[in-house]
C-alpha cells in the first residue's frame, strides 16, 4: 500500500453537502405532506357523507312519520306530529319547563348508555381476544353466547334486578349485554381476518400468539372494531331504556311510563324524538372518527 493510500484510507470521508442532504430529505417531508393532505381530504369526504346521511334519515323518518299518521288516520289526541313536537318544546306556555325536564331526563339516560356501551364493548374485546388466544374456548362459548343472545332480556330482567337489585349495576349488566353478542361475533370476525402471511412471519421468528395477536390481529382489526363500536351505539341508547324501564326507573325510559298514564302523548312524542336524534348524532360522530382514523392507518379501502 503506498503512502498516498493510507493516507487516503485514514482521511475520514467528507460530510455531504447541504444541498444533497436537503434533496434526499424531501422525499421524506413530500410523503408526510401527502398523508397530511389525504387524512384531511378523507376527514372532509367522512363529515360530508355523514352529513349528507344524516340529513336523508332525518328527511325519511319525517316522511314515514307524517305518513303513518296520515295512512291509519290516528287521532291527533294520541299522535303527535313534527309541528306539534316543535311547539311543545319552543312555542307553549310551558315550553322553557318541557325543555328542562326532557333534556334533563335525555342526560341521564345518555349517562347510563355510556355505562351499557362501556361494560358491553370491553367485555366483547376481551372475550374475542380469548377466542383468538384459544380455539378450545371459542368452540365451547360461542354457542352458549349464541343461545343466550337468542333468549329475549326482557324475559331475563327479573333474574337480573334478583342478582344485581335495582341500581348502577343493573344497568351496566342489562345495557352490557345489548351491546355484548352482536359487538363480540363482529370484532371476533375482524381478528381473524388477519394475514396468514404475516403471521407465519412471526412465527418464524419465534413470536407467540399473544405475539400475533398483539402485532397483526388487532391492527388489522380496526375496521370491524369500529363497525361494532357503530353498532354498540343505538344497542346501548336502547339498553338504558330498557334498564330504567324494567329495573332503575329515572332517565327517559323511566318517565315514558308516568307520561303514558297521565296522558301526556305530546311528552312522549317528544321523548321518542329527541333519544332518535341522539342516537343518530352519535352514530354519525363514530362514523367521522372511523374515516378518520382507518384512512390515518391506511385502510382507507375497508371503510
Not at 32 to 56: C, I, P
Not at 69 to 89: C, E, H, R, S
Not at 189 to 200: E, I, R, W
Amino acid at each position: 500500500m503506498t503512502a498516498e493510500a493510507g493516507v487516503a484510507a485514514r482521511t475520514p470521508s467528507a460530510p455531504p453537502a447541504p444541498g444533497r442532504r436537503a434533496a434526499a430529505q424531501a422525499p421524506r417531508s413530500d410523503v408526510s405532506a401527502d398523508v397530511r393532505r389525504e387524512t384531511r381530504r378523507a376527514a372532509l369526504r367522512a363529515v360530508g357523507r355523514s352529513l349528507t346521511t344524516f340529513l336523508l334519515t332525518i328527511l325519511a323518518l319525517l316522511v314515514i312519520w307524517v305518513g303513518s299518521i296520515w295512512a291509519f288516520t290516528l287521532t291527533p289526541y294520541v299522535a303527535k306530529g313534527p309541528i306539534d313536537v316543535w311547539n311543545f318544546l319552543f312555542t307553549t306556555p310551558n315550553a322553557e319547563a318541557n325543555r328542562a325536564q326532557l333534556f334533563g331526563q335525555l342526560g341521564v339516560t345518555l349517562g347510563h348508555s355510556v355505562v351499557g356501551f362501556a361494560s358491553g364493548l370491553v367485555a366483547a374485546l376481551v372475550v374475542a381476544m380469548v377466542f383468538q388466544l384459544s380455539r378450545g374456548v371459542e368452540h365451547a362459548l360461542m354457542p352458549l353466547a349464541m343461545l343466550l343472545r337468542s333468549v329475549p332480556l326482557v324475559a331475563m330482567a327479573p333474574v337480573i334486578i334478583m342478582i344485581f337489585g335495582r341500581d348502577f349495576s343493573s344497568i351496566a349488566v342489562i345495557g352490557g349485554i345489548v351491546v355484548l353478542f352482536p359487538a363480540l361475533v363482529t370484532i371476533a370476525f375482524g381478528l381473524k381476518s388477519a394475514s396468514p402471511q404475516m403471521n407465519d412471519l412471526i412465527a418464524v421468528y419465534g413470536g407467540t400468539s399473544w405475539t400475533k395477536l398483539r402485532k397483526v390481529a388487532l391492527p388489522s382489526c380496526l375496521p370491524e372494531f369500529f363497525a361494532a363500536v357503530r353498532i354498540s351505539v343505538p344497542g346501548a341508547i336502547t339498553g338504558a331504556l330498557l334498564a330504567e324501564w324494567l329495573a332503575v326507573g329515572g332517565g327517559i325510559g323511566g318517565a315514558v311510563g308516568g307520561y303514558m298514564t297521565g296522558a301526556q302523548f305530546s311528552a312522549v312524542w317528544t321523548a321518542v324524538v329527541l333519544v332518535t336524534g341522539a342516537a343518530l348524532i352519535l352514530y354519525n360522530i363514530v362514523q367521522i372518527l372511523e374515516s378518520f382514523v382507518l384512512t390515518r392507518m391506511g385502510m382507507a379501502n375497508r371503510i
